[in-house]
């Protein structure tokens, strides 16, 4: 293949990393780039090899010359461009969370599915080949009926991520950490365990002392629709790490639990571990085992895996994120915030 790709957004802090994986697939042999920023598009120009400036951002909206589009904007510009880019059919890779809310992600989805337009986001997680292995072990009976889910994503402090930034005004975002990254786990939570949540009950608080307007730590309880509990609980709380957004330093935990198990996942340097403890058969016999994934190293967001997504998405297979795998998550945002305003337990108002 010899494809041109177009990139509209370029100052979202995953917008370099999206240039990385397109300029490592051989198959893309340009990337077309805007932004409303002309220092923006000069800049990237002159940095990624394959980037050639699109004369304006209907360029970008031919399908049979653009085989996709990345978009990568602040939250709350986002639905719109989505939106035009599905009436004109060109299939989207879309950085998450996409929207503000479910009620400005709704026309989106409306539009990808009237248009027949190929969409994805970039809920890499999915293509975790640990995840994978999880999955698979939820689906295959090893845990039983399931009864937990504890979810943690802790990362670096506000002030080596830059208080300024728009990810932390809400106007722009919608949220803090729990639209920002929290976002993820909850995609991971349906994918896993194949349930819906039905209800939230959340706290939220910013405690960094930094000027900002959103929630820089979050406790969600959560019940799913199996009657399962689940938990998450995010947050910018590392004193230590690199700064900025490009690897900085997290702390995470994935553990699933039934009535007859257990298995988790960690991270080990490049090495993620799955522990399984399982008294189901064919596990009863030698109930403890680890499965070890090693992953190629890879310049592309999300390594090797994330790779593989963009790939097989601009080959026209099919990937495990759909337009409403969003819908969902921002449903189960919408009722975290509602929850956390009012002081109750709040449904997951499904469109």
Same mark, same amino acid.
């Given at each position: 293949?010899n494809l041109t790709v177009g990139?509209?957004?370029?100052t979202?802090p995953?917008?370099?990393?999206h240039?990385?994986t &397109?300029?490592a697939?051989?198959d893309?042999?340009q =990337?077309?780039?805007?932004? !409303?920023?002309?220092?923006a598009?000069?800049?990237?120009r002159?940095?990624?090899?394959?980037?050639?400036? %699109?004369?304006s951002?209907?360029?970008?909206?031919?399908?049979?010359? =653009?085989?996709?589009v990345?978009v990568a904007?602040?939250?709350r510009?986002t639905?719109?461009?989505?939106?035009q =880019?599905?009436?004109e059919?060109?299939?989207?890779?879309?950085?998450?969370p996409?929207a503000?809310?479910?009620?400005e992600?709704l026309?989106?989805?409306?539009?990808a599915?009237q248009?027949?337009?190929?969409?994805?986001?970039?809920?890499?997680w999915?293509?975790?080949?640990?995840m994978?292995?999880?999955?698979?072990l939820?689906r295959s009976?090893?845990? /039983?009926?399931?009864?937990s889910?504890?979810?943690?994503?802790v990362?670096?402090?506000v002030r080596?991520?830059?208080?300024?930034h728009w990810?932390f005004?809400?106007?722009?975002?919608?949220?803090?950490?729990?639209?920002w990254?929290g976002?993820?786990?909850?995609d991971l939570?349906r @994918? &896993?365990?194949?349930?819906e949540?039905?209800t939230?009950?959340?706290?939220?608080d910013t405690?960094s002392?930094?000027?900002i307007d959103?929630?820089?730590?979050?406790?969600l /309880?959560m019940?799913?629709?199996g009657?399962?509990m689940?938990?998450?609980?995010?947050? @910018?709380?590392? %004193?230590?790490?690199?700064?900025g @957004?490009i690897a900085p330093g997290?702390?995470?935990?994935?553990?699933?639990?039934?009535?007859?198990?257990?298995v988790s996942?960690?991270?080990?340097g490049n090495?993620?571990?799955?522990a399984? !403890?399982s008294h189901?058969?064919?596990w009863?016999?030698?109930?403890?085992? !680890?499965?070890?994934?090693s992953?190629?190293?890879s310049? %592309? @967001?999300?390594?090797q895996?994330g790779l593989?997504?963009v790939r097989d998405f601009?080959?026209?297979q !099919?990937v495990?994120?759909?337009?409403?795998?969003v819908?969902r998550?921002?449903e189960i945002l919408d009722?975290a915030?509602?929850?956390?305003?009012?002081?109750r337990?709040?449904a =997951?108002?499904?469109?």
């Open positions: 293949m990139m509209i957004g370029l979202h995953h917008s370099q990393p240039l990385q &397109l300029h697939l051989d893309v042999a =990337v077309l780039v805007w932004d !409303e920023d002309p220092a598009r000069r800049a990237c002159e940095r990624w090899p394959k980037a050639r400036e %699109a004369g951002l209907a360029a970008m909206l031919n399908p049979a010359e =653009v085989a996709a990345v904007l602040p939250n510009e639905p719109a461009i989505l939106q =880019v599905a009436a059919r060109v299939p989207i890779l879309a950085e998450k996409c503000r809310s479910a009620a992600f026309p989106v989805l409306q539009s599915q248009a027949g337009t190929p969409f994805t986001a970039f809920y890499l999915r293509r975790h080949p640990a994978l292995a999880i999955r698979d939820v009976g090893a845990l /039983g009926r399931l009864t889910v504890e979810l943690r994503m990362t670096t402090q080596l991520r830059d208080p300024s990810l005004q809400r106007e722009i975002a919608g949220g803090g950490i729990l639209s990254l976002c993820h786990w909850l939570l @994918y &896993l365990t194949g349930q949540v039905e939230v009950a959340a706290m939220l405690i002392g930094e000027a959103v929630e820089d730590v979050a406790s /309880g019940r799913l629709s009657g399962a689940a938990s998450l609980y995010a947050g @910018y709380l590392l %004193a230590g790490g690199r700064p @957004y997290y702390d995470q935990a994935v553990i699933l639990r039934g009535t007859e198990g257990v996942h960690r991270a080990e090495e993620h571990i799955v399984l !403890e189901a058969a064919p009863a016999a030698s109930p403890r085992c !680890e499965y070890r994934f992953l190629p190293d310049p %592309a @967001y999300g390594g895996y593989e997504f601009l080959a026209g !099919e495990p994120v759909a337009a409403v795998d819908l998550v921002l009722a915030y509602a929850s956390a305003a009012a002081g337990v709040m =997951v108002e499904r469109r």
